[in-house]
């Protein structure tokens, strides 16, 4: 029933860091692309790639005290709740090694702005086949920017057997 509550919650345990709602947003995102088994289905918004699914679902887990969101700066910040990490331990996915789980960890190391960048990438290949075609998210970073999250990309795609495999 909670199934993916789970998978959610199971990317905080084994991520052991609060993670930012913009940021969690962009690291499911691109997860997704990479294969990791998560149902959120995305639209395009201002920044990127945006799961109404997904910020419903931490509302959830919220409510049921999994999650426990604080506010920080302009955004909020969700941390593993004791009873979300009891929660994970009666399904037995407490820190259950997913083969992506160094990728969940790489991704959330990255600024908001590489993730959003890698995320907007990803997403019009997706749709277009080849780049990037928001002007206003074009304009908000610099081509040595643009770079380093492509560059980024490229590493992760060289990886992915080893996510794949692990």
């Given at each position: 029933m909670l199934t993916h509550h789970a998978q959610v919650l199971n990317l905080f345990s084994l991520c052991e860091k609060?993670?930012?709602?913009?940021?969690?947003?962009?690291?499911?995102y691109i997860a997704k692309s990479f294969g990791a088994p998560f149902a959120e289905k995305y639209r395009y918004h201002r920044l990127g790639p945006y799961s109404e699914d997904l910020f419903v679902r931490l509302e959830e887990l919220c409510n049921l005290?999994?999650?426990?969101?604080?506010?920080?700066?302009?955004?909020?910040?969700?941390?593993?709740?004791?009873?979300?990490?009891?929660?994970?331990?009666?399904?037995?996915?407490?820190k259950e090694k997913d083969s992506y789980t160094s990728m969940y960890k790489a991704l959330n190391e990255q600024s908001l702005a590489t993730l959003e960048q890698m995320a907007a990438l990803l997403y019009f290949q997706q749709m277009e086949g080849d780049g990037v075609r928001d002007p206003h998210l074009i304009s908000r970073?610099?081509?040595?920017?643009?770079?380093?999250?492509e560059t980024y990309l490229t590493t992760l795609r060289e990886r992915q057997v080893f996510y794949e495999g692990s």
């Open positions: 609060t993670i930012e709602h913009k940021k969690l947003q962009k690291i499911i005290h999994f999650l426990q969101e604080e506010q920080h700066n302009v955004d909020a910040v969700y941390v593993l709740t004791e009873e979300g990490e009891q929660f994970l331990h009666t399904l037995r996915t407490k970073y610099s081509d040595q920017e643009w770079l380093h999250a």
